[in-house]
């Protein structure tokens, strides 16, 4: 251990770490690596991170602390030299509809600011040109450049009567209290099909305005005013927060149009009107951010020279990242995990500020190589101006990058969390680890490709930014859709599943719709059974072995932590005395099955539960679990802890039992380790082996080399991709001219 001003973390215990003591450079470029789930993350953000970021916040007076964000102290004896820290994850930006590219980067001020400054006619300062202000958004969409549609036909069943429950949503069925309002208005006759209803009775029923009702029935109340289904859904539900209660439901009723007034621009004729070099505000948002760089430097008006200054600089910190293919309108929801860390590496590289530790996560996550290297430039930057950077990476490219490695391991879970290796590369490459191994040992590009049992025809497809693309996709075999991020990769596989015919399994990194409560064991629906087995054991109800019901420790009613209210001070979270954290009544874990009781059972990892339920019918689950390498969850793991790309391969592991599928997968190697890519890669050969049709959007070159068949979009992102580059075997890509992706193979 460094005994210098390097950052040293003594005996960390955080989650899987076993008592962890590392020390970490300044001024360097440090990954941290090991296969997933072997505590780099417990290590990196659990405890470097958090415990900087708590001691940042207990310097704040203690009424600004309960209103900053709370970080508990994490498992660990000292941390000493620590600097400020700062994360850039993949978290979205948000999903706030209002939050654009150039509205988060600050770009759009100052665009604002040049239209207020020079654009002609004047006609209002910098504040007029929002989207977000009364004075400059379209009045028709509120600014937000879309309006929403109910469709009708899935909201009513015309071929039932209100009182047989034609309105189909929540708190307007029969009988419920939004019902009442069309049931109790005297207008209608309950048991009269919708189908049967005049012209003017359905204007009535689904369009009619907020209006008083003239002699209504006794059961109408005296303050109430009537208004028809589609207005009173607008106003009371689709824009309030009850439709984030029923999003689900609001997205099968639901198309979003582009705003007819403003074409999606989302500023009103007015803010169009005033120009610069013939082009509005409207127009600098729709093109690529290397355009606008383009018409900034064209700009020589002496009013605008401060104006260019600032915005070139923004400018050139995301071309620089390879994100020149965005757009300023393009919705900070919409951007994927590696395109947001981009975008916040981007702005942290137009700071001052220096001596910060800048803590990554897989920033080469949904990149292709030819974007790596310009990933590298800015990281290079980041670490020039004086700062260091604690980066968790699986990729070879930006391993080979580093200063100093930590390699965790030897496993995942319980079976990880100790330091294999610290020190330099080339000491890392002289190991036996499993790391080590993989960067000394080069994958082959497949030469015995299997034949495609058929093809899907894609013509003339024009989604998002597809240049009128036709293309065949084989089926029956194993295909990888690949090209730099933004080439249409996604936009042909959606075009793809919507020409497929045959049963089609879609699986992205969107959530599953998980919750805290969520588990592996809740997921697969085999907590049930193994509360069935306690139950039969020791002859009482089941509820008892959940803590979700009569099993719950009364003292914390399940939670296993019980949180004090400090009033304006930080909430204090504490284990709960009573069940130990275990969040089960004393009385149930008396109770045991095969030696365990149910705090032990639901605590075993996937690999653990497939030896103890060895036999059981629920196995299989499990296995399925191990096969796209899950082993090393627990059963009562929080799915809200899991990455995108665990996230991704637990649906994978729902639906495996398939044969004659098309499975659809988005870059299911985020965030895995070279070694668990391998696993993956076996697992789709058994899957085409067993008779389905595998189609992957992936950048990872090892399984680029492995495919049968490569379809590349390109040539670059954005405008200036949505082409088929390349079709054709890995062998014939390698000496393909015109590929992107060839130079690296």
Known sequence: MSENNDIIVINAVENNLKHVSVSIPKSKLTVVTGVSGSGKSSLVFDTIAAESRRELNETFPSFVQHYLPKYGRPHVDVIKNLPVTIIIDQKKLGDNVRSTVGTYTDIYTFVRLLFSRIGKPFIGYSDTFSFNHPDGKCPVCDGLGFRSEIHVKKLVDFDKSLNEGAIDFPTFHAGFWRWKRYANSGLFDLDKKIKDYSPQELELFLYAPQQKLKNPPSEWPHTALYEGLIPRMQRSIINKDEGKRHAKRLAELMTLEECPACNGTRVNDRVRSCKIMGKNISDICLMPLDEVLGFVDEIDAPLAVDIKRELSKRLKALLDIGLGYLTLSRASGTLSGGEAQRVKIAKYINGSLTDIVYVLDEPSSGLHPHDIIRLKNALVRLKEQGNTLIMVEHNPDLIYMAEYVIDMGPGAGANGGEVMYMGSLDGLRKTATLTSKDLNEKVAIKENTRMPKGWLSIQHATYHNLKDVSVDIPLGIFCVLC???????????????????????????????????????????????????????????????????????????????????????????????????????????????????????????????????????????????????????????????????????????????????????????????????????????????????????????????????????GPEGGERGGKVIFSGTPLEMKSSPNSITAPFL
């Open 483 to 713: 090209g730099v991020a933004g080439s249409g990769k996604s936009s042909l596989s959606e075009v793809a599943i919507g020409e497929m015919e045959r049963d089609v399994i879609s699986i992205s990194q969107k959530s599953i719709g998980v919750n805290l409560r969520s588990t592996p064991a809740t997921y697969f629906d085999i907590g049930d059974e193994i509360r069935k087995l306690f139950a039969k054991e020791n002859n009482i109800s089941a509820s008892y072995f959940s803590f979700n019901s009569k099993g719950a420790c009364p003292k914390c009613k399940g939670k296993g932590v019980i949180v004090t209210d400090m009033s304006f001070m930080e909430d204090i979270v504490t284990v709960c005395e009573a069940c130990g954290g275990s969040r089960y009544d004393e009385k149930v874990l008396h109770y045991t099955y095969h030696g365990k009781n149910i705090a032990e059972v639901m605590g075993l990892s996937v690999k653990e539960s497939l030896l103890f339920f060895k036999g059981m019918s629920f196995v299989s689950q499990l296995d399925n679990l191990a096969k796209v390498g899950l082993d090393y969850l627990y059963l009562n793991q929080s799915l809200s802890t899991l990455s995108g790309g665990e996230l991704q391969r637990l649906k994978l592991a729902s639906n495996l039992e398939r044969k004659g599928s098309i499975y659809v997968l988005d870059e299911p190697t985020a965030g895995l380790h070279m070694d668990d890519v391998k696993q993956l890669l076996k697992l789709f050969n058994e899957l085409v082996d067993a008779g389905n049709s595998l189609l992957v959007l992936e950048h990872n070159l090892a399984v680029i080399k492995q495919a049968d068949w490569l379809i590349e979009l």
